[in-house]
């Protein structure tokens, strides 16, 4: 039998806040509400590697298509370092992914598909060229 959880999550979610705020702590979910809780992190390191891979695909695309450079990826490129650069400031502990090896591994691989797949082209590299100063500097274009 399905539990109120899997049935619907959203009126389980209700449920659950309505007994937090009424201080009913021996009715709470607590497995879910954790499962719930740890899902909102990993969601916001899933929404950085998402955009870290745009901007890292864009700057390929930028050195490796130089006769087809133009405003829309320059657009790409700027929006894609200040959200960025905002979902780090709003979330410090953000920082860590950009340090984590095994993070920066699997973003560079969706970055590097990203952007074979939008070019057509395999010549780019295997491993990450660029520091991640180099990644969010405003003035950072390679050639």
Not at 41 to 47: A, F, L, N
Not at 55 to 65: D, G, I, S, T, V
Not at 83 to 90: D, H, R, S, T
């Amino acid at each position: 039998m399905a539990t109120r959880y899997e049935q619907d999550v959203v009126a389980w979610a209700r449920e659950q806040a309505a007994l937090l705020r009424a201080g009913d702590f021996s009715a709470i979910d607590v497995e879910h509400i954790a499962e719930e809780i740890e899902d909102v992190g990993r969601s916001e390191q899933r929404d950085l590697s998402r955009r870290m891979a745009v901007l890292l695909a864009h700057l390929l695309k930028w050195q490796y298509q130089r006769g087809r450079r133009g405003s829309s990826w320059q657009r790409t490129i700027k929006e894609q370092r200040r959200a960025v650069g905002v979902a780090l400031q709003k979330t410090p502990s953000l920082n860590a992914s950009l340090r984590d090896p095994d993070w920066l591994v699997g973003t560079w691989a969706d970055a590097v598909s990203k952007a074979a797949e939008e070019t057509g082209l395999d010549v780019f590299p295997e491993e990450l060229p660029w520091s991640t100063d180099q990644i969010l500097s405003p003035a950072f274009y390679p050639e």
